[in-house]
């Protein structure tokens, strides 16, 4: 099992930008595909985007392609999520996850593709 720790969130004004982090601890984080999630009250946790376990392969929701970018330090057992012209229904609580298979990559992932999970970090965007 691995133990994800997000940090990063806040408050922020519509057009703004923020960076997600996430910091692994556990298993080989370099062998597993990572991802970002997000859920917002009454809502359920939809994906946002996910890394191949080289950061050589990335896939995007289409609700944040051009906007968000995912990225990975294997050597710091990190995973980023850099938010550029953030909008009030990206207001969420924002979760990192690790596949639980090693060394496979899907585009747009489930969240049942996924074993551990962060504790989230609340991002809010304010209009």
């Known amino acids: 099992q691995v133990q994800l720790v997000e940090s990063g969130g806040g408050l922020v004004q519509a057009g703004g930008s923020l960076r997600l982090s996430c910091a692994a601890s556990?298993?080989?984080?370099?062998?597993?595909?990572m991802g970002w999630f997000r859920q917002a009250p009454g809502n359920e946790r939809e994906f946002v985007a996910v890394?191949?376990?080289?950061?050589?392969?990335?896939y995007y929701a289409d609700s944040v392609k051009g906007r968000f970018t995912i990225s990975r330090d294997n050597a710091k057992n990190t995973v980023y999520l850099q938010m550029n012209s953030l909008k009030p229904e990206d207001t969420a609580v924002y979760y990192c996850?690790?596949?639980?298979?090693?060394?496979?990559?899907?585009?747009?992932?489930?969240?049942?593709?996924?074993?551990?999970w962060g504790q989230g970090t609340q991002v809010t965007v304010s209009s």
């Open positions: 996850a690790a596949h639980r298979s090693i060394r496979v990559f899907r585009a747009s992932p489930r969240v049942a593709d996924f074993s551990s």
């Open positions: 890394i191949s376990w080289s950061g050589s392969s990335t």
């Open positions: 556990g298993r080989t984080f370099s062998s597993y595909s």
